[in-house]
């Protein structure tokens, strides 16, 4: 009885390992050619993702550049505005005398 307890529980735990693999598992190691391929691969990928940080930083630096023209311009018609306003008070203050 014991035995074939042993025996049926043997054989359900190691059916998983028996089990035929999906075509995607593999079954070795890879070979050279799988291996050169993943490398150029891998390489290509980061050549791009080098490409794409540097895109990334020109948009950085074109929206930086951009910010700091705007602010420029924001300051000077605050400039502007003030100076006009001062021109403003000092003629009326010249009429009044």
């Known amino acids: 009885m014991k035995t074939l307890l ?28 799988q291996k050169q391929e993943h490398t150029s691969a891998m390489k290509a990928k980061g050549d791009q993702a080098k490409e794409s940080a540097g895109r ?6 074109t929206r930086d550049e951009n910010q700091e023209k705007s602010e420029k311009k924001e300051k000077k018609e605050k400039k502007e505005k003030k100076e006009k306003k001062e021109k403003k008070e000092k003629s009326e203050n010249s009429d009044e005398e």
């Open 6 to 33: 042993l025996a049926l529980l043997v054989s359900v735990l190691s059916f998983p390992a028996l089990a035929e693999k999906p075509e995607w598992a593999g079954n070795a190691k890879p070979t050279a050619q």
């Open 56 to 61: 990334d930083e020109m948009k950085d630096k």
